[in-house]
Nanobody, 125 residues
């Protein structure tokens, strides 16, 4: 069974940092593009950062450029989201998702078929 499990969400003060992890089981991430998405209350789910199989291509939401980075360790079957300089507007449930690389690269929510259960990130003083 293909499964993604996120971890690392927490309550953090504005300006703080968090690192989220997305661990895959039941399949290898080598052949999948991976995306981090988020959904705030009352808002649609949006793509935050997406990375290709080798890490050579990355798509980023404008509002997180320079603050968030995505990386992957295929040997550990894990993808990471490093979030720095967090703002209250970053508060959301963060999900990771996988898309077979042969289907193309992008950060569109509906393109991704394997999803984790999400992890809550709250930025508040």
């Amino acid at each position: 069974q293909l499964q993604l499990v996120e971890s690392g969400g927490d309550l953090v003060q504005p300006g703080g940092s968090l690192r989220l992890s997305c661990a895959a089981s039941g399949f290898t991430l080598d052949y999948y593009n991976i995306g981090w998405f988020r959904q705030a209350p009352g808002k649609e789910r949006e793509g935050v950062l997406c990375i290709s199989t080798t890490g050579g291509r990355i798509n980023s939401l404008d509002s997180v450029k320079g603050r968030f980075t995505i990386s992957r360790d295929n040997a550990k079957n894990t993808v990471y989201l490093q979030m720095n300089s967090l703002k209250p507007e970053d508060t959301a449930i963060y999900y990771c998702a996988a898309r077979r690389s042969n289907y193309g690269f992008g950060c569109t929510v509906r393109w991704y078929g394997v999803w984790g259960q999400g992890t809550q990130v709250t930025v508040s003083s």
